[in-house]
């Protein structure tokens, strides 16, 4: 039997969070499909303009009954009319469960439906959703996060995980999977898996640094001594330590650090390896100096981020 989804829009909503339509749409053409009824709906019907003024054809809202409401996301925060939070707020009640992508979680939140929730958001919005719904327990490091019938995920792209996600709970983490391989994406980034990435929040502005840094994450087992990233890079040492705290505002082994700890961290979350065999594959010297990096980026041991991601699973 299929599943009815609608999706909430508004004026200016941002147009790749269709990407999350676009996963129901590939999974109602496998095999056993069609899984999925979906639905665009507005406050008026119509055409609704995104961002980029593209028009997308909605129904007008109606009966609530659906088994999945989805409430689409923005570039910024955008206001609610009161007709548009009313009827998420019914939806939310008649609907098996209720997701957001991106700035969604503040229409959400405004509808009452966050209250004492785990809930996740774009990262730059994430401390603003926190500020204003105080009883709302945002995490700003999360791709999705499902938190009993609520479900919400961060900007943009991270829509096509939630998506996925809501079919594997559905279906199977099968049909997921062909999805995914079909769509030409990642079958599926963990829930808890981080929004940043260190060699994104580094910025290294030249070639040279950028080459440094991208030989450095893929030999992470190595001792990667200053000489050796200076070599990668076809600089000179001193050139080499200059231009690497100019661009990045750090030294390159404090960057090593970082990013051998966002490696370990993917490990530990997404598999079932040991902290000592974990901190071998990603070049601390001992299971203590991980423990010791790991405080000073998260502050909690990596035993702690292991417990978290059992419970999550």
Not at 107 to 126: D, I, K, N, S
Not at 229 to 242: C, N
Request: charged share 25%.
């Amino acid at each position: 039997m299929k599943k009815s989804i609608g999706l909430m829009l508004f004026p200016g909503f941002q147009i790749v969070d269709l990407a999350a339509v676009t996963v129901f749409e590939v999974a109602n053409a496998m095999p056993g499909g069609p899984y999925y009824e979906l639905q665009m709906l507005s406050e008026h019907g119509g055409p609704v303009l995104s961002s980029a003024g593209v028009p997308v054809v909605t129904q007008r809202f109606g009966a609530p009954g659906f088994d999945t409401i989805m409430v689409a996301g923005a570039m910024e925060v955008m206001p609610s009319t009161p007709a548009f939070v009313a009827f998420l707020r019914e939806a939310s009640q008649a609907s098996r469960r209720t997701a957001s992508i991106c700035t969604g979680a503040f229409q959400l939140a405004e509808a009452g439906l966050l209250e004492g929730r785990r809930v996740t958001t774009h990262w730059a919005l994430a401390r603003e959703l926190q500020r204003q719904h105080p009883r709302t327990r945002v995490e700003e490091d999360r791709i999705f996060i499902e938190d009993d019938r609520v479900w919400s995920s961060a900007g943009m792209t991270a829509c096509i995980d939630l998506a996925l996600a809501l079919v594997e709970a559905d279906h199977g983490a099968e049909l997921a999977r062909a999805v995914a391989r079909k769509m030409v994406v990642y079958h599926r980034r963990t829930g808890g898996q981080s929004q940043f990435s260190a060699l994104l929040e580094l910025e290294p502005k030249s070639d040279r640094i950028q080459t440094a840094l991208t030989y450095a994450k893929r030999n992470l087992r190595k001792p990667l001594s200053v000489d050796e990233l200076a070599d990668a890079a076809h600089l000179s040492r001193r050139q080499f330590t200059r231009t690497f705290r100019l661009e990045t505002g750090q030294s390159p082994a404090k960057a090593i650090e970082t990013l051998r700890v966002e490696a370990a961290k993917v490990m530990i979350e997404d598999g079932n390896h040991a902290i000592d065999v974990v901190a071998r594959e990603v070049g601390f010297d001992d299971p203590e100096r991980m423990r010791r990096a790991f405080i000073r980026a998260y502050g909690v041991p990596p035993q702690a981020i292991k417990r978290a991601a059992r419970t999550s699973a």
